[in-house]
């Protein structure tokens, strides 16, 4: 990237997948490099499989049981946290860097009040009992939570899903920050109320400046939200570039592929929408060569037989494609 | 006229409130109507009734008051055609089709059984049926054996779909039928819906919380609010030109992949009193405390669904006023 600031969150070549024993590794997060400075906004967009989720988890090194982190760097503010001891992932996860996930019912204890909850992940980081209840109270107002008490002395169920996507938020927030990771926090969630999520991220990340990691598959919240998109398809990085780069010049022909399937306001009437044949491939049985090729209607022989590389294209844009130059420079 | 395949009229559904609770009023009488042939999308926030409504309609649950009519046959707490019957009038297409497909049954035999219960088809053979289904969503023939497993989100959508065509049915209901599928292969699945509706002359009714395919897919647009149609029209009336400030409220959060676009920030933050979701008021309009544009007798008044514009009915006071329309009383 060639913006001026330092990166808080580097993420450097990571490779995810399965150690094999008696075979060959096998990767299905395949060589990801991403970067986010404070105060900037990372969109990182992809299907289901695309391993876009994965990408997320190895920052805190959350990854399921039966997966590892194969390969790669994860830099925070300077730190390795590959090489960090388990007592040192505990202060930086919820604390400098916090997450917040798709379901927050999924995320809360059921059986514990919200008040209680945040109370705790503060605790977890250091802070007295009575400094905790007021940063709690604080940070609930913060995401517009105002009837505090109420909120506090409620289970999760006794919320609705906005109101609970907001405590989740607030706990988030809770211990100030640096990186807020958040992977579909809004899919779940209706679209008026997932504006009122979006505005106040925006609205919090100005006051605190902390960077912004969103995972989404919806290119809508992307262009809304982020300063900048990763696109990833089949395990890695496809397409980089500035938003508004993204969606008036792709460079891909997936990111191509995907903005022209989205029937538009000013599309016709039940047209036909631009389809994308086939389906993802599935992360552990590629191919050699371009994992989109197969989709892909610009494919030539090339693309078969070997898999372009991530390259600058200028403008900050980065695109996988053989046949970048030709379609898309004019 | 063209004629009506679908005519709700008022319907209510209460279901059972919690302990001593009082009852959970889902639909408040909700009345629309379908022409055969066309598409009417249903759009409103989670617990606003636009699927209890589709439960109603395709006989799942029966309204507490109000009367269905599906091409002539009646639905309501008095009388109602057998489940058997009512399968070959209306289907429904479910939101993922990996939980409303039984993993233990090939394509063949999930579509097979649907023939089988109601022994179709007359005179022919199953087989050559469920190939002729499976054309008809772009299957191929080999893809009869498999399970649901081994499909992809969209074939399995296409199964589901194939399955549901199986009885020949006259509506079918489609909730949230691309919402759990890949971006990538939505698309395909709408082009589906399209060209079968062509093709069989279907009509459908859509639920769905993507306003962008609902615009894409109906003709008309209902809009649900806790229980009640406050907005209803063609669907360029209604979303682009909407009456109701929930409308527009929804039509300015559906975020545009466009980064220049700018929505309405004003109706944006109109949602922001997410404590009142729950508890409409006693009176007056449903929809006033979150309303940027309530006048006073909003709080004592619910307006009613009256119409404003030709084929363009809203339920908002300030809305008719500017219309020029002076409302009825609510009863």
Redesign the interface.
Known sequence: MSSVPEPILAIHDLRVGMRGKRRDDRAIVRGVSLEVAPHAKLGIVGESGSGKSLTTLSVLQLLPPQLTVLDGQIEFAGEDLMKASGERLRQVRGGEIAMVYQDPMRSLNPLLRIGYQIVETLRAHGVESEPARERTEQVLRQVGLTDTARVSGAYPHQLSGGMLQRAMIAMALATSPKVLIADEPTTALDVTIQQQILDLVAEIQTETGMAVVWVTHDLGVVAQLVDRVAVMYAGRIVEQAPTRLIFEHPSHPYTAALLGSLPRPDAEHRGELQQIGGSPPDPLALEVGCPFQARCPHAIDRCVQEEPPLLERGEGQLAACWREPELWQS | MAELILEAHDVVKNYPGARRGAPVQALRGVSVELEAGKTLGIVG??GSGKSTLARQLVGLETPTSGTIMLAGREISAKSRPKPRELARLIQMVFQDPFSSLNPRLTVREAISEALKVHKLPTGGGVAPRVTELLSMVALPERFAPRYPHEL????AQRVAVARALAVEPRILVLDEPTSAL???????V??LL?RLQDELGLSYVFVS?D???V???SDEIVVMYLGRVVEDGP?QDVLDNPLHPYTR??T????????D?R?AADF??A??S??V??QPPEVGCPYQPRCPLAIPVCTTVLPPLVTLYPSHEAACHVAAAQAGVTPAPAS
């Open positions: 926030e989670s992809s989100g969209g074939q890949d971006v990538s292969v939505r698309a395909e709408m082009n399209v919380h306003i962008s395919m615009r894409h897919m669907y409220a929804l300015a959060a559906v975020p545009v992949p466009d980064p676009a929505t944006r933050r949602a922001k997410e404590v979701l729950e």
